[in-house]
């Protein structure tokens, strides 16, 4: 009798842990980030950062925000982006702009170091094509070139949730292709309908990136190497989170086991 031994899989492709960080900065409420970020320096982490739906009413964010923004920059695997609201490309052109403008003043303003990000993430971008949604877009992309304190070459990620007319892609760098529960994930098989997507846009798995909440309680210790392998190899920017209410309010107790596998 003999043993056949299969030659050991691949590891998935590289990607980064895109984070919604929606988590208010209380001292020690963001170690679990610091602790992730050291822990796993050839890992790259793409954090948003949201002090109260996008960068608030004044020039420089709160004492906390202050604080904490400029640990995160310290790092050499992380870049930062400030949230924008577009509602949908239906929000005010000038209010979106005034929103990246003081984003873009917090390095130039504030005396204190790395203050700053680096990029954009627009949340509720527009899916489904229309000629104003696409002069929205390209408008933000043209504003964005004259924003010195967000860097050489900011960062610009559309969130529109789900699969968008490939036309807006060409306004983005990565643009979140789903954002929704672990169950419609895998009900709906999504990773096929993303796929597709991707070989008929010609969207490269780099630029793009899934977000998804609510994985199994069974799972949440170790979330699922399997869902985590497979997000990897579809999108080159992952978040999973196993909280199914408030899933950006906290580090789910399944957090260091996400990380330790997108590592891997």
């Known amino acids: 009798m003999c043993t056949m031994f299969s030659r050991k899989s691949r590891p998935p492709p590289r990607s980064s842990v895109l984070v919604p960080l929606y988590i208010y900065p209380d001292p020690g409420v963001w170690d679990p980030l610091y602790t992730a970020i050291a822990n796993h ?7 948003i950062i949201n002090p109260t739906s996008g ?20 790092f050499p695997n992380v870049k930062t982006v400030g949230y924008v609201s577009t509602n949908w490309g239906k929000r005010d052109f000038n209010e979106v702009l005034k929103d990246i403008s003081v984003y873009s003043g917090w ?17 509720e971008t527009p899916a489904t094509f229309s000629v104003d949604g696409m002069k929205f877009l390209e408008k933000v992309k043209a504003a964005l070139k004259f924003q010195p304190g967000l ?3 900011p960062l610009i990620i559309h969130n529109p949730g789900t ?10 760098n990565l643009t979140v292709v789903f954002e929704g529960s672990y169950s419609t994930y ?10 597709a997507f991707q070989r008929s846009s010609k969207l490269a798995r780099e630029s793009t990136a899934c977000i998804i909440h609510g994985v199994p309680t069974s799972a ?12 990897r190899g579809l999108a080159g920017s992952v978040f999973v989170t196993g909280l199914d209410a408030d899933y950006y309010a906290k ?3 399944g957090w260091e086991g996400f990380v330790t596998e997108m590592d891997k």
Do not use: M, W
């Not at 895998?186 to 796929?195: E, G, M, P, V």
């Open 41 to 47: 320096p050839t890992l790259t982490f793409i954090l």
């Open 55 to 74: 960068p608030g009413t004044t020039s420089l964010p709160d004492s906390d925000y202050s604080r904490e923004t400029p640990k995160l920059n310290a």
């Open 107 to 123: 390095e130039r303003i504030s005396k204190v170091k790395g203050l700053c990000v680096r990029g954009v993430f627009l949340d």
């Open 151 to 153: 860097g050489f070459d």
């Open 163 to 172: 699969i968008s007319d490939p036309r807006y892609l060409a306004s983005a």
């Open 186 to 195: 895998k009900s709906a098989k999504l990773h096929k309908s993303i796929s």
């Open 220 to 231: 949440q210790k170790k979330i699922g190497s399997e869902v985590v392998s497979e997000l």
């Open 251 to 253: 580090f789910c107790e």
